[in-house]
């Protein structure tokens, strides 16, 4: 009964493929958040979504689009990978978007690109 | 913009020692929180504590408490009685409080082993 699940835990991709990662809560959350985390372990948020709608979205390139079929399921797509896409990629839900609801993070997507 | 600074980027313990992780953070928010995240070597990012600004008291969780100082902006972790288990990256991060969107702001981490 895992509470934020991504799929898949590793993805490894070509330069130029396009890949998307899956995310999905069964907390009952309004709020889910994509973030990046870099090689030297640096966390910075991409994307938020509401009840499906998106209410934060970093300077992300226009190869990254998230989309939001419920509030349960966040999924993130990535078109014309390069190299330095290669990090892990967090899926995130909170209560609500108020601040102080604590995020609770899935386990991680590793994609490297070769 | 809010920025958080954790200047120990790794630090070294024996086990049952008590260990005190630093963060800094620029904000001119009077509402916020701020927060304690550990990610073991399983990649998994658990959180660990929870402290609002307009609270006073330092907020505990069992072995892991903190010294919240406002005007300082300041939010260092204790770790007492350390165990292996607590071997892991240490991020701090800020959350503005209010309505609207909002998101957690990472510190670059303190990489923490406990050692037998």
């Known amino acids: 009964d895992t509470a934020v699940s991504q799929t898949p835990k590793y993805l490894v991709t070509q330069m130029g493929n396009d890949k998307s990662i899956k995310c999905e809560q069964n907390?009952?959350?309004?709020?889910m958040y994509w973030y990046k985390q870099d090689s030297k372990k640096f966390l910075k948020i991409m994307f938020s979504?509401?009840?499906?709608?998106?209410?934060i979205n970093e300077t992300v390139p226009n190869r990254f689009s998230p989309k939001s079929p419920d509030k349960a399921h966040l999924n993130l797509h990535i078109n014309s990978l390069e190299l330095g896409d290669s990090a892990v990629y967090f899926c995130?839900?909170?209560?609500?978007?108020?601040?102080?609801?604590?995020?609770?993070f899935g386990n991680g997507t590793r994609l490297t690109v070769t | 913009a809010q920025t958080v600074t954790q200047s120990q980027p790794e630090m070294s313990v024996q086990e049952a020692e008590t260990v005190t992780l630093s963060c800094t953070y620029d904000?001119?928010?009077?509402?916020?929180?701020l927060f304690w995240y550990k990610q073991p070597p399983s990649r998994q990012m658990i959180l660990v504590i929870r402290?609002?600004?307009?609270?006073?008291q330092n907020a505990t969780e069992n072995r892991f408490s903190v010294n919240f100082q406002k005007a300082a902006k300041s939010f260092s972790l204790k770790i007492s009685d350390s165990q292996l288990g607590d071997t892991a990256m240490y991020f701090c991060?800020?959350?503005?409080?209010?309505?609207?969107?909002?998101?957690?702001?990472f510190g670059q981490g303190t990489r923490l082993t406990i050692n037998p």
């Open positions: 995130a839900s909170s209560e609500r978007a108020l601040g102080g609801s604590p995020l609770h």
């Open positions: 907390l009952g959350h309004d709020t």
């Open positions: 979504y509401n009840n499906k709608e998106l209410i």
């Open positions: 904000t001119s928010e009077n509402n916020y929180y």
């Open positions: 402290q609002e600004a307009y609270k006073q």
């Open positions: 991060a800020f959350m503005k409080g209010g309505g609207g969107a909002q998101k957690l702001v």
